[in-house]
């Protein structure tokens, strides 16, 4: 293995473009931990992510994530997937930005419609939205995905090779 960055890697993106997927299979081959932040918020919670959103509302749940990537962000050779909304709030971008590298996978709506039936029921942000809103939600996203330093095209790619070009693309120390 080449000496590649020890920075954390973090992966955006909307949801269901495959950040966690992705994220653990590179973890692995890079032999890094891997912390789905989700995952720690629900465990803080000891709640759903859609009952967090019910119960305490989204704001709550927001907080504790700008709180949780900021700690780990500091750290080293992490592998972070936080949610696809954890980039609307700009203490997150530049946390990331800064200290470490943030890898956009990018998924065309065309693409993204076809796996919208697998995420309705975890996802509290699209229940209740007709596809024009969740398209309107895609398309206004866009503008801070664009904050990254690498960005994969994963239409129509297996998890492993995304991987794989991903772990390509990783800069030295
Ligand atoms: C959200 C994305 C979800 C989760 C929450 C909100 C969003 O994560 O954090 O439902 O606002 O885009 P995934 O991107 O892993 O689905």
């Known amino acids: 293995m080449k000496n590649i960055t020890d920075k954390n890697l973090v992966f955006i993106g909307f949801m ?9 299979l590179v973890a692995k081959k ?10 720690g918020i629900e465990k ?5 992510v859609s009952q967090i959103f019910k119960e305490y509302g989204e704001a709550a749940f927001r907080e504790r994530e700008k709180r949780l990537i900021a700690e780990l962000s500091k750290q080293k050779n992490l592998v972070l997937s936080p949610g696809g909304g954890a980039f609307l709030q700009e203490e997150v971008r530049n946390a990331c930005l800064s ?8 998924i065309s709506f065309a693409n993204w419609k076809d796996r919208v039936s697998l ?8 229940q209740n939205k007709t596809f024009k809103e969740m398209e ?4 206004s ?17 297996a998890p492993e090779e995304i991987a794989n070009l991903i772990i390509e693309k990783l800069p030295l120390k």
């Open 16 to 24: 269901g473009a495959g950040k966690t997927t992705v994220g653990q």
């Open 30 to 39: 890079l032999n890094r931990e891997f912390i789905d932040i989700d995952e």
């Open 44 to 48: 803080e919670f000891h709640l759903s």
């Open 99 to 106: 200290s470490c590298l943030v890898i956009y996978l990018d």
């Open 119 to 126: 995420l309705m029921d975890t996802r509290p942000i699209l």
């Open 136 to 139: 309107e939600l895609y398309n």
């Open 141 to 157: 996203r866009q503008a801070m995905y664009a904050n990254h330093h690498i960005k994969i095209n994963i239409d129509d790619k």
